[in-house]
C-alpha cells in the first residue's frame, strides 16, 4: 500500500511539473513578453492586434480538427504520452526559433507562434487525460488544482529569471533570449512526466483492414451517437466554448491591453504578469477547496461572475495602479475557471474515453479560441479606425478607445456563457459517465 501511495504521488509530481513548464511557456509567449514584442516591435499599431488574434486563432482552429481524432487514437493505442511528447517538442523547437523574429519580420513571427502554439494547445489534450488515470474520482478536483497552482509556480519563476537581462540590456535582444531560455525551461520540466508516468490503458489490437484514423473516427462517431446518454456533458461543453472564449481573450490580449491603454514597459508587463500568477496560484488552491465544500459547478459559477465584475471594472480603468489591482484580481478569478472546468470535465468522462472527451473539452475549448481572439483583434482594428475616421481622434487615442470597445466582447462572452452553465445538471453528467463505464 505505501509503495502504491509513493508511486502515486511521484506520478502527481510528475504531472504538476510538466504544468510548472508548460505555464512558463503561457506566461512568456502568450502573456508578458512574446505578444508584446510581436505587437509592438515586429508589426507596430492597430495592426499588430488584428495579427496577433488571427495568429492566436489559426493555432486554435487546427487544434480543434486535429484534437478528437488524435486523442480517440491515444485512448485506443494508448499512447498518450507519445502524442503528448509530440506537440509538446513541437512546442519547444518553434518557441526557441522566435529568437529570430525581429522588426518586420511579420509572416515569420506568425508562423513559428502559431507552430508553438499549436503545440501548446494540442499537448494539453493528452497533458489533461492523463489526470483520470493518475487521481482517484476523490482526488481529481484537488490534483487539478494542485496542477494549475504549481503551474502557476512556474510561469512565476521564468518571469523572474526572464526579467533582470531584460532589463538591464537594452534593445531586443534579451526579449528574444527569453524564448530560447522558456523552450529549455518547458523541456527540462517536462521530463518527470515521461519517465514516471505510467498509463494505466491497454493498447487494442486494430480490427482486420482497419487502421488508426477509420478507428478513431468510428469511435467518434459511435460517441456521437450515444450523445443523448452525454446531454449535459454536451450542455457543459456549449457553456465552456463560450465562457471560454472570455477568458482566453483577456489571457492572449492582457499584455497588449496594458501597452496600449497605459503604455506599460515590457519590464512593467513582466512585473505585471508575475502579480497575476502569483493570484492564480491563490485562486486554483481556494476554488479547489471551494469547490470539494460547496460543489465544483457552483465554485465554477461563482469564479466566472469574479471575472465578468472585474473584466467591468477594467473597461473604465484610467490608471496604471488601477491595472495593476484589476490583473490581481483577475489572476485569481480567471484559473479558478480554467481549473474546476477541467476537473468537471474528468468526473464527467467515462472511464477509458478520457483523452476522447477531453479531445472534445479541446474542440470546444480551441473553437472558441479561433472564434474570440480574431473577434477581438477584429474589433479593436476596426472601432480604432472608426474612432480615428469619424471623430478626428489620434492614432493613439483612437488604439485606445478601440480597445475599451474590444474589452466589452470579453464581457458578453463571459455573461453568455454563465446562463448557459445555469442549465447543466452535474450530478446527471456524473450518472452518465458512470453508467457508460
Avoid at 28 to 56: D, H, N, P, Q, T
Avoid at 62 to 81: E, H, R, T
Wanted: hydrophobic fraction near 55%; include cysteine; proline fraction near 2%.
Amino acid at each position: 500500500m505505501f509503495s502504491k501511495l509513493k508511486t502515486m504521488n511521484r506520478e502527481h509530481l510528475a504531472w504538476y511539473l510538466y504544468d510548472f513548464g508548460n505555464s512558463a511557456y503561457a506566461a512568456v509567449v502568450l502573456l508578458a513578453v512574446y505578444s508584446a514584442y510581436f505587437k509592438g516591435a515586429v508589426v507596430g499599431g492597430a495592426e499588430g492586434s488584428r495579427l496577433w488574434g488571427i495568429a492566436v486563432g489559426i493555432a486554435m482552429l487546427v487544434v480543434a480538427v486535429v484534437a478528437p481524432i488524435l486523442g480517440a487514437v491515444a485512448d485506443f493505442s494508448a499512447s498518450k504520452k507519445r502524442f503528448l511528447l509530440i506537440f509538446s517538442a513541437v512546442t519547444w523547437v518553434f518557441t526557441a526559433l522566435l529568437f529570430f523574429v525581429q522588426k518586420g519580420d511579420i509572416l515569420v513571427g506568425m508562423v513559428f507562434f502559431i507552430l508553438a502554439e499549436i503545440g501548446y494547445r494540442g499537448g494539453q489534450v493528452f497533458y489533461n487525460s492523463l489526470l483520470p488515470e493518475i487521481a482517484t474520482p476523490e482526488e481529481l478536483g484537488k490534483v487539478s488544482g494542485n496542477g494549475w497552482a504549481i503551474g502557476s509556480l512556474g510561469g512565476i519563476l521564468c518571469l523572474v529569471l526572464v526579467l533582470p537581462p531584460i532589463v538591464m540590456v537594452e534593445g531586443d535582444l534579451m526579449v528574444r533570449l527569453s524564448l530560447v531560455f522558456t523552450a529549455v525551461f518547458f523541456a527540462l520540466s517536462a521530463i518527470p512526466l515521461f519517465r514516471w508516468i505510467d498509463e494505466r490503458a491497454t493498447a487494442q489490437t486494430l480490427p482486420k483492414g482497419e487502421n488508426y484514423f477509420s478507428v478513431a473516427i468510428k469511435r467518434l462517431g459511435k460517441t456521437l451517437k450515444s450523445i443523448r446518454r452525454f446531454r449535459e456533458f454536451v450542455k457543459f461543453i456549449i457553456a465552456f466554448l463560450i465562457y471560454n472564449d472570455g477568458i482566453l481573450m483577456a489571457l492572449d490580449f492582457a499584455a497588449i491591453i496594458g501597452a496600449v491603454l497605459f503604455g506599460m514597459t515590457q519590464t512593467q508587463l513582466i512585473i505585471f504578469m508575475i502579480i497575476v500568477q502569483i493570484t492564480s496560484v491563490a485562486g486554483a488552491y481556494f476554488f479547489a477547496a471551494f469547490g470539494e465544500r460547496v460543489g465544483y459547478k457552483r465554485s465554477l459559477i461563482y469564479s466566472i461572475i469574479m471575472m465578468i465584475a472585474i473584466i467591468i471594472t477594467m473597461i473604465f480603468a484610467q490608471s496604471l495602479t488601477g491595472f495593476f489591482i484589476i490583473g490581481a484580481f483577475a489572476g485569481f478569478a480567471l484559473t479558478g475557471v480554467q481549473s474546476i472546468s477541467r476537473t468537471m470535465v474528468g468526473f464527467f468522462a467515462p472511464k477509458g474515453q478520457s483523452a476522447e472527451f477531453f479531445g472534445f473539452f479541446a474542440i470546444a475549448g480551441r473553437t472558441s479560441s479561433f472564434i474570440g481572439p480574431t473577434i477581438y483583434g477584429i474589433l479593436a482594428f476596426e472601432a480604432a479606425k472608426w474612432f480615428m475616421n469619424k471623430h478626428g481622434l489620434t492614432e493613439l487615442l483612437a488604439e485606445q478607445a478601440g480597445q475599451r470597445v474590444a474589452i466589452v466582447s470579453i464581457a458578453i462572452f463571459l455573461l453568455v456563457g454563465l446562463v448557459l452553465l445555469l442549465f447543466v445538471n452535474d450530478k446527471k453528467a456524473r450518472q452518465a459517465a458512470t453508467e457508460e463505464a
